[in-house]
């Protein structure tokens, strides 16, 4: 592989996207020489550069920031920017350009935004290796695997952003996303405020101040939230009857299911089933409709806390 690095530079361009969402439209790589400050033109992708030695300069929005081996700098579209090596130690990087609509929000994911460009690090040879082989990918033009490459260099950033904030957890913090973990893998079942306590071996009393530190609302009020969320992703998305959706996310009381849906969403399980059916698959109105209801915290503070039906204390 090192043969494709032989030159100071080197840079492929693909107009070819195989996923117009999600395109590698270049890649690229430079072992830089110490040269003054200059700016770059913006440009409407956005870029990834992974610092493999060396040292450098990165400005972006009024910021400087030190560059080493091993810290990756992003570039927004449409942003200035200016970057360049450090004269006694000149840098040298890999780099990817990525275009589309789903773009932004996989960035984000790895802890890349246009408020967070940078993302300090230790060398990474593995992180170094795709860089490479999506470029050697790029070479053959062998776009699917290059993109494959491209992903699978975003899921290590991810999991390697997901880890590092797992370790800058605080103690009630990693209890809190244990607690909501298990309410993930359980909200089907008939689960207690006891079952939640006892799993992750703390106290009830703790359970609750957990729950209003982080979400500001009790345990019951998260676990009634979490369940109709998943209720009008089965309305959506099956054809199982309206009985059977309120069995499956855990309610033991139908007649009660069909009354929280309707005070958190605004409409009837039937209603909301009909009225998307009725806009057609493609309508964003669900998907709207969640997003507004997710907002509405004052309305899921008052959402009935009938402990009978939820069997949580």
């Not at 700016?39 to 400005?59: A, L, N, R, T």
């Not at 493609?282 to 039906?309: C, G, P, R, T, V």
Request: with cysteine; proline share 5%.
């Amino acid at each position: 592989m090192d043969n494709f690095f032989e030159d100071d530079t080197g840079i492929l361009m693909n107009d070819r996207p195989v996923i117009q969402e999600f395109h590698l439209c270049e890649c690229g790589y430079e072992e830089c020489k110490p040269t003054k400050p200059y700016e770059f033109i913006p440009i409407d992708y956005w870029v990834i550069h992974y610092c493999i030695c060396g040292e450098g300069y990165f400005h972006i929005m009024a910021t400087r920031n030190h560059i080493q081996t091993g810290d990756i700098f992003m570039i927004p579209p449409h942003t200035r920017n200016k970057y360049y090596p450090n004269p006694d130690n000149p840098w040298s990087y890999r780099w990817i350009g990525l275009k589309g609509v789903k773009v932004e929000k996989l960035l984000a994911s790895c802890g890349l935004s246009t408020a967070s460009c940078v993302l300090h690090s230790t060398p990474d040879p593995q992180l170094e290796s795709l860089f490479e082989r999506i470029y050697v990918d790029s070479y053959h033009e062998d776009t699917l695997s290059a993109l494959g490459n491209t992903f699978q260099l975003l899921g290590h950033l991810r999991n390697r952003s997901h880890n590092n904030q797992a370790n800058r957890l605080s103690s009630s913090e990693l209890y809190f996303q244990h607690i909501l973990s298990y309410i993930h893998k359980n909200y089907f079942n008939n689960i207690n405020i006891s079952d939640i306590a006892d799993a992750n071996n703390i106290d009830r009393t703790y359970v609750f101040k957990l729950f209003q530190k982080h979400k500001n609302m009790s345990p019951s009020q998260y676990l009634q939230h979490y369940r109709l969320d998943k209720a009008c992703i089965l309305l959506r998305k099956t054809s199982l009857s309206i009985t059977d959706i309120g069995y499956a996310v855990g309610f033991q009381h139908i007649p009660y299911f069909t009354k929280l849906f309707r005070e958190y969403i605004g409409l009837t399980p039937s209603e909301y089933r009909k009225e998307f059916l009725k806009l057609g698959p493609s309508s964003s109105y669900a998907e709207e409709k969640m997003k507004s209801d997710h907002e509405k915290s004052s309305s899921i503070a008052n959402l009935s806390s009938n402990q009978n039906f939820f069997n949580l204390y």
